[in-house]
């Protein structure tokens, strides 16, 4: 039986956080992060920007972590649900600890 933490999954489950991979787009190599957040862009953003931005189109907040090289145009994301996005643009961003970046999805 599945049990539940307060002190860890009140975070994932109030946030929708989730693990994803990072694969670098040079070498393939796959990271895990923890903690990301998946976050749908707004209607008034996607028409803000004439085309530049798809429906098909999300941020993610990567945590900034040590041991892991900053994320860069070109990385894919893979999500918990398996669904493949390719970073489009990256900034550092949320008060310094995570990297925002903008996704574009490419493979369900």
């Known amino acids: 039986m599945a049990t539940f933490d307060p002190t860890t999954d009140l975070r994932l ?3 929708l956080q989730q693990q994803v991979t990072l ?9 895990v992060i923890p ?3 998946h976050r749908a862009l707004s209607l008034s953003l996607l ?4 085309g530049m931005i798809h429906g098909e189109d999300a941020r993610f907040h990567l945590l900034e972590l040590t041991d892991i090289a900053p994320p860069r145009p070109n990385d894919q994301i893979i999500d918990a649900e398996a669904r ?3 970073i489009r643009e990256v900034q550092y ?5 995570r990297w925002s970046c ?3 999805l490419i493979e369900t």
Request: glycine share 4%; proline share 0%; net charge negative.
């Open 13 to 15: 489950v109030a946030d």
């Open 23 to 31: 694969r670098r787009f040079d070498t393939l190599v796959e990271e």
């Open 35 to 37: 903690h990301a957040l």
């Open 47 to 50: 028409n803000q920007v004439n």
């Open 84 to 86: 493949r996005w390719l």
């Open 93 to 97: 961003a949320v008060e310094g600890s």
């Open 102 to 104: 903008l996704c574009r």
